[in-house]
């Protein structure tokens, strides 16, 4: 097995062992699968938004949200499902408590009744505009240790990934 490139054989991946009920354990096997070092990188990201003071009260999911009805007003719920990857259940109780906080409206399409489009509010705006710094912020402290070209590099990769599994998966839902 190929030991990943620029770690110490004994490291794992969050480099310095990892602990369970105090003793390390040795998940090196672990260590050639992409899926497990994304993983654990997303929940060490998760970890550190939630100490950001400007995310208090918010998950990333609210965020992205946010950020995409920002980037795209008018954006429809099932379009903001399929590129975010969320349970339609899920944005539609999202949806109902940002619109309760006073941050989108939904306004009808012109074209179809039974299809809404979803739009910040001034509020909204001001919050996706504050969110959209502190996001930034967050992702450069969260790769600090990749130099800019490493973290752009890191980028391509991972968007070349994730286009290659949607590729798969729309492969799969066609079947």
């Not at 499902?81 to 006073?102: D, F, P, Q, Y």
């Not at 990769?157 to 066609?174: F, I, P, Q, T, Y």
Request: proline content about 3%; cysteine-free.
């Amino acid at each position: 097995m190929m030991k990943p490139a620029g770690r110490d054989a004994k490291e794992t991946a969050n480099g310095a062992g990892w602990e369970g009920g105090g003793e390390k354990i040795d998940l090196t096997v672990h260590e050639q699968y992409v899926g497990f070092r994304m993983r654990i990188v997303q929940l060490q990201f998760f970890q550190l938004f939630y100490q950001v003071p400007d995310f208090k009260g918010l998950s990333p999911t609210d965020v992205s949200v946010l950020l995409a009805i920002d980037a795209n007003p008018g954006v429809r719920p099932g379009q903001l499902t399929e590129a975010l990857m969320i349970k339609r259940s899920n944005l539609s109780k999202l949806i109902v408590h940002i619109e309760n906080a006073g941050l989108i409206t939904r306004r009808g399409s012109s074209s179809d009744k039974r299809t809404f489009g979803l739009h910040l509010t001034a509020k909204g705006h001001a919050l996706a505009k504050r969110l959209a710094v502190a996001m930034r912020k967050h992702d450069l402290d969260a790769s600090s240790g990749l130099s800019e070209h490493e973290r752009l590099i890191t980028l391509g990769l991972l968007g070349k990934l994730s286009d290659n599994l949607r590729a798969k998966l729309a492969h799969v839902d066609a079947d």
